[in-house]
């Protein structure tokens, strides 16, 4: 990735707007933010966010400690999937799809003894008004209940207005409900830094059939 590519013209980094964060609880955000890992490879961003995501649960249970933190080498040595190492290995490798990573991560929380949390996918076809109203709704028990975390998987340009025509996983790490906008806490650190995306437009990058899996994007 080249970094005079990436200018995400539609979205609004956190870094200068910030007050969400400051006056709400925003569960999610402080469960995932301390462990925000820029993706070891240029296919790796389904990796990096499992290890978001694992470290996210461990935080909300109040287990997470000190030395036991996961990382993408610890996840893929624990898992041992020739698969997913495979797949975060360029050129070869073009990451995994929506379906294959829920199974995935499916198959972690047992190997990082977590339990009394399942994983559910949500294909999206259409950025319409249903799609959207159960899109609001799980983010709105997110930051309400805080017993829930949101992964994305979008189109890049789609979502943020660049020229990146690639899939991308990153977790969500917050929904500002009054302006109906989504954190994006993206692990391509390189180019991107934590941005407030609107989320109709996030749902439109969701909507994209991936063109190497020919399978379908969601969260």
Not at 159 to 168: A, L, N, P, Q, R
Request: charged residues 25%.
């Amino acid at each position: 990735m080249d970094g005079e590519n990436a200018i995400p013209a539609e979205a609004s980094p956190l870094s200068r707007d910030h007050d969400y964060i400051r006056t709400h609880p925003a569960p999610a955000y402080w469960a995932l933010a301390p462990h925000l890992i820029h993706q070891h490879t240029e296919a790796s961003c389904s990796l990096a966010t499992a290890a978001m995501l694992l470290n996210g649960i461990r935080a909300l249970d109040g287990t997470a400690r000190m030395g036991r933190f996961v990382s993408e080498r610890s996840l893929l040595e624990r898992m041992n999937d020739p698969h997913w190492a495979r797949e975060i290995a360029p050129p070869e490798g073009n990451g995994v799809s929506l379906l294959e990573f829920s199974e995935k991560m499916t198959r972690l929380l047992p190997l990082f003894e977590i339990d009394g949390w399942t994983v559910t996918h949500r294909i999206v076809t259409a950025a319409d008004a249903a799609t959207a109203a159960a899109f609001r709704a799980e983010l709105d028990a997110m930051e309400r209940d805080g017993d829930r975390l949101i992964a994305g998987n979008y189109h890049l340009a789609t979502t943020y207005g660049d020229t990146w025509d690639i899939g991308h996983f990153s977790p969500i790490g917050a929904y500002d409900a009054v302006r109906d906008r989504v954190l994006l806490l993206d692990v391509w650190k390189e180019d991107y830094e934590p941005s407030w995306v609107d989320l109709t437009r996030l749902l439109r990058g969701m909507t994209l059939i991936s063109p190497v899996s020919g399978t379908p994007r969601g969260y």
